[in-house]
């Protein structure tokens, strides 16, 4: 049997890189007869380039400043030949970079200033073309700290009239409301209901000063809450919304990977109901649907009900928190726990194709 096995980044735990051998290697302790197509993957977040450094381009590296102002070392990707420059949110403002737990207080200063020097670089570069990875933030400023940097909203559209500028987006969601940057993400990064509240009424004016400028409401957008709203800044100073998974799937030559496989085993940290907007795993199934190949999760923890993972086209997510037996063993032995239930699943395989499986 041909498995794919391409997953996103484990959070904190493990890059899709990691996880990616992590789950080949324990799947082959059960299965050694299968041949494998690994392709770790990555919705625009965490890992970002990383993935496309081992495809193409120039890795390249910049002092910026983190989410709370500590200077951090951000990697980017320069492809010279369409000068085409390839940027990561999260190597300036990811929630790794906080440097310990995210709480109500980082939540409510962590800037995007780190992604501003970033792009201001890739200009000096000589990119016509910029993509920039959004996911995984620790910031919900709605990418005002990176506009701030390139000189306010004025400045920014004319740095990059000509400049392609492409938000990588994991997200489908708006910047403000029920289903906003702050509502949706900000507990993810610390938020308390008090901090939600403070943060949502920032993005509510800063909404008014992205469609002032812009001459449309792009806080509306889809992608505009992407890395705590620095979508909607982008969108505000020319840029696109393109899916970040599609992206890492066009440059990892996903589509022919799929025309071979008889299984795909995906994953990321947590596997709930956001993971089929815009994230990897729902990219995914969305494209295994069509062409029969049964899609199988491995996660860190699963929120999911079954009924939801069968109605989403995905056959089975498996929890590693539920294998090793707690979250913080599957977090601080990430690899090891992946392995084994990699190899758990596979066992349950025998020597049938995935059909057994059920």
Known sequence: MRVLVAPDCFGDSLSAVDAAAAIATGWSRSRPGDRFIVAPQSDGGPGFVEVLAKRLGERRRLR???????????????????????LEGAQACGLALLGSAPTPETALVAHSRGVGQLIAEALRAGARRIVIGLGGSACTDGGQGMIDVLGGLEAAREQLADV???????????????????????????????????????????????EAVAGRDV????????????????????????????????????????????????????????????????????????????????????????????????????????????????????????????????????????????
């Open 219 to 358: 806080s509306s957008e889809p992608g505009a809450a992407a890395a705590g709203g620095i979508g909607a800044a982008l969108f505000a100073v020319g840029g696109r919304c393109e899916s970040g998974a599609e992206i890492i799937a066009e440059h990892t030559n996903l589509a022919d990977d799929l025309e071979t496989a008889d299984m795909i085993v995906t994953g990321e940290g947590r596997f709930d109901e956001q993971s089929l907007h815009g994230k990897v795993v729902g990219a995914l199934a969305t494209a295994a649907g069509p062409l029969g190949i049964p899609v199988i999760v491995l996660a860190g923890q699963v929120s999911l009900e079954k009924s939801a993972v069968r109605s989403s086209g995905i056959m089975s997510a498996l929890s590693m928190a539920e294998y090793a037996g707690s979250v913080g063993l599957a977090q601080a032995d990430a690899a090891n726990q992946l392995m084994g239930l990699a190899s758990q699943v596979a066992a349950r395989l025998g020597n049938s194709g995935p059909a057994r499986y059920r």
């Open 164 to 210: 392609e500028l492409i938000a990588a987006c994991d997200t489908e969601y708006p910047l403000v409301g029920p289903w906003g940057a702050a509502r949706v993400f900000g507990p993810q990064k610390g938020a308390d209901t008090a901090a939600v509240a403070a943060l949502e009424v920032r993005l509510e004016a800063w909404a008014l000063k992205l």
């Open 64 to 86: 910026v400043s983190g989410p709370l102002d500590t200077m951090v070392e951000a990697e980017w990707v320069f492809d010279p030949g369409p000068s085409t420059a390839y």
